[in-house]
């Protein structure tokens, strides 16, 4: 799993470098189900592809892309006329949120509207959210697939409004992370925020980042000697004993340099 193999539910997906190696992950997993006596219907496979769609997303050499035809479930959407409809639509989009740039920023006039002491009036900051929501998937950008054998680059940053981050390989994006503060992340100091950025690039990419060597950069230059400071409180003991388990060096990146995990943020 993982390796060459995806599976989700009853879907397989079967992936390889080249074709001397497709036909030995072939064998592989069809031998497999032969083993465990699981069977897949014949005409609902489909072999030797250069290109996939698979769980909405358009997979090939290029890499992946949202797939035009299932957006449109996000694209039609009707004006949300309850919290429930709200919370419906922000799920759904959300399932797209790798691809979309600055998606927390862009979501928060809508995701106010969940809270339990909100009263729900449909401002024009939210029709523009909304409708900026349902454009972005169609025009979001291809992007690679990452290849575990190689280093990562993480770009953090923060804000008062979220948090914000890049994950990246040999220069190209790999996918958007965001994500809004917490009421109570509100009142953490600059260093505090800064740290919460990378805590969260490492725990929503975990399965990319816990065997691979990563190098994380933020624009908080104190955070590149959070591993030799000895004044640190227990929130930052705790995040630094989770930063520890990952292979990690942290850099000093100018806010001027770090502008995309900034305008995430």
Not at 82 to 88: A, D, F, G, I, L
Not at 117 to 123: L, M
Not at 127 to 155: G, H, N, W
Not at 255 to 263: E, F, M, P
């Amino acid at each position: 799993l993982d390796e060459f193999v995806v599976v989700f539910i009853d879907d397989i997906l079967i992936y390889s470098q080249s074709e001397e190696d497709h036909q030995q992950h072939l064998r592989l997993v069809l031998g497999k189900l032969r083993e465990h006596q699981l069977y897949a219907k014949l005409s609902k496979c489909e072999f030797w592809l250069s290109e996939v769609k698979f769980l909405g997303h358009v997979i090939s050499a290029k890499g992946v892309a949202v797939d035009p035809e299932t957006v449109t479930a996000v694209t039609d959407w009707k004006q949300p006329k309850t919290v429930t409809q709200v919370r419906n639509f922000l799920g759904l989009a959300g399932y797209y949120r790798r691809f979309i740039e600055n998606f927390s920023k862009i979501a928060r006039p809508m995701t106010q509207l969940l809270k339990k002491e909100e009263k729900f009036v449909w401002s024009p900051q939210c029709e523009k959210a909304f409708q900026t929501l349902k454009e972005k998937p169609v025009s979001s950008p291809v992007f690679i697939l990452p290849d575990t054998r190689k280093d990562f680059m993480v770009y953090c940053d923060a804000s008062r409004q979220g948090l914000g981050c890049v994950l990246m390989q040999d220069g190209h994006v790999v996918a958007y992370a965001s994500r809004q503060l917490r009421p109570h992340e509100g009142n953490y100091p600059t260093h505090d925020l800064e740290l919460a950025a990378v805590v969260h690039a490492l725990k929503i990419w975990r399965h990319y980042l816990i065997e691979n060597r990563c190098e994380i950069y933020t624009d908080h230059k104190s955070l590149k000697y959070i591993f030799t400071q000895s004044d640190l409180n227990l929130r930052q003991r705790r995040w630094l004993e989770l930063i520890k388990d990952y292979d990690v060096g942290i850099h000093h990146h100018p806010g001027k340099a770090n502008v995309v995990a900034d305008a995430l943020s």
